[in-house]
């Protein structure tokens, strides 16, 4: 409630009402208003030029800007953990995987190389988050390259594998005659006494002592390039080859089970035990090639024979007793 004033009248000895002016009310509206407007408006431009209010725009940016922050550490969060993983994979490619088939390991340097050259991130300048862009491209780049060189060797890997297990089923790893038919394994590889000049001589094969007729088996898959007598002592054979380098040889067969050209599996009947050629009595006289050499078969028998067996055939093998052939 508005003050009101009086003064003394001394011609009348009372207190009088002091009627304020029209004029001077309105002056002191206008004064007040104006002072209003200015102490406003500095206010507004004090608070404009300290950022202290933003537009709508301004904030809806803010915002935004706000919002890819967040996107971008969840990306490089993202990175970090592919790069984790991708790493474990790397280490166990280099250190498992090529190491098992024989394959060189890649390595770190080739996985993880940048780009060279020119500016590939030039146009990647200039903003005012330009280094963290440029570092995330740089970053994502790179794992790109190191998913395409890992992608590329478990592609080599995968084929590796495929020639590995044709490798394993190739591999001569069976005896060509089985435990239940064999009489007794005669003469294995080594120096052996000639059974018709008794002068000691090396023999290249094993001999398996078994009755005519008796079957005989393929030991690995491949395909027979040989069923023949033309081969001086070994009398009716089959050899076949195995690829990989292996080739093995069944000699003094009585009858032919299979004919040149065809493609065998490991424990294919092939043949039937005989005594043809250079032999003194009905036996299959067994060997394994390798890359043009005879080598001892009694390293192959791991597909067959339990490890008693295997001592035993073993044993038997490095008598030196007469072969058969």
């Avoid at 044709?166 to 005669?186: G, Y």
């Avoid at 069944?250 to 065998?264: E, F, I, M, N």
Wanted: hydrophobic share 35%; proline share 3%; with cysteine.
């Amino acid at each position: 409630m508005a003050k009101v004033k009086y003064y003394y009248d001394s011609e009348t000895l009372s207190y009088r009402r002091i009627e304020p002016k029209k004029g001077k009310k309105v002056v002191n509206i206008s004064l007040f208003i104006l002072a209003a407007f200015l102490f406003g408006g500095i206010c507004l431009l004090i608070l404009l030029n300290t950022n202290l209010v933003n537009t709508p725009k301004e904030l809806s940016q803010a915002r935004e800007l706000k919002n890819f922050e967040f996107q971008f550490e969840l990306l490089e969060n993202k990175m970090a953990q592919m790069e984790e993983v991708l790493a474990n994979i790397e280490d166990r490619d280099n250190n498992i995987y090529r190491l098992y088939f024989e394959a060189s390991p890649i390595p770190k340097e080739q996985r993880t190389a940048g780009f060279g050259g020119i500016n590939r991130y030039k146009n990647l300048e200039g903003f005012n988050n330009s280094d963290l862009i440029i570092d995330a491209t740089k970053k994502l780049e790179k794992l790109q390259k190191r998913m395409v060189i890992q992608s590329k060797s478990l592609d080599e890997i995968t084929e590796l594998a495929k020639e590995k297990e044709k490798l394993l089923a190739a591999i001569p790893a069976i005896q060509p005659v089985s435990n239940e038919d064999l009489t007794r394994m005669a003469s294995g590889y080594g120096w052996r006494s000639d059974p018709f000049t008794k002068v000691r001589k090396m023999h290249y094969g094993m001999d398996f002592t078994a009755p005519r007729g008796t079957p005989v088996y393929a030991t690995g898959d491949g395909v027979v390039t040989r069923a023949d007598n033309k081969s001086s002592g070994y009398g009716e054979h089959i050899r076949i080859d195995h690829g990989f380098g292996y080739m093995s040889l069944y000699g003094h067969l009585s009858k032919y089970k299979v004919r040149q050209g065809q493609k065998v599996k490991r424990g294919d009947l092939i043949g039937l035990v005989g005594s043809t050629g250079r032999s003194q009595a009905p036996h299959c006289h067994y060997e394994v090639w390798k890359d043009g050499n005879r080598i001892n078969p009694i390293n192959f028998y791991y597909g067959s024979l339990s490890s008693e067996e295997y001592e035993a055939l073993l044993h038997a093998a490095s008598q030196e007793n007469q072969s058969l052939d």
